[in-house]
């Protein structure tokens, strides 16, 4: 069982930056591959980012690939998603999650069905 809690949401202009903070209870965290999500109203809940168990290796959607950066700190049993040159189209409610499908190459990681345990989400807003 994990429990994940994000943080690091809020209120930015355009061009902007902000960095998600992701928590998880539990020992077994470096078992899990990492994502974000994100959630548009009126829209469905969309892939963002993942990381493998140890950081080696990160898959992002072509929408934030060159803006935001994932990473995780696994001794802390955080994820972080950075994100720089925001855009309003960024507006979401960020999720991140944890996915047991260790033997699962990144880019099949994209669905959400495929992960296990979520967090309940932060509010980023992006005005232009």
């Known amino acids: 069982q994990v429990q994940l809690v994000e943080s690091g949401g809020g209120l930015v202009q355009a061009g902007g930056s902000l960095k998600l903070s992701c928590a998880a209870s539990?020992?077994?965290?470096?078992?899990?591959?990492m994502g974000w999500f994100r959630q548009a109203p009126g829209k469905e809940r969309e892939f963002v980012a993942a990381i493998t168990t140890i950081g080696g290796s990160t898959n992002y959607a072509d929408s934030v690939k060159g803006r935001f950066t994932i990473s995780r700190d696994n001794p802390k049993n955080t994820v972080y998603l950075q994100m720089n040159s925001l855009k309003p189209e960024d507006t979401a409610v960020y999720y991140c999650?944890?996915?047991?499908?260790?033997?699962?190459?990144?880019?099949?990681?994209?669905?959400?069905?495929?992960?296990?345990?979520w967090g309940q989400g932060t509010q980023v807003t992006v005005s232009s």
């Open positions: 539990g020992r077994t965290f470096s078992s899990y591959v």
């Open positions: 999650a944890a996915s047991s499908r260790t033997y699962f190459s990144l880019n099949l990681l994209e669905g959400s069905n495929l992960y296990d345990y």
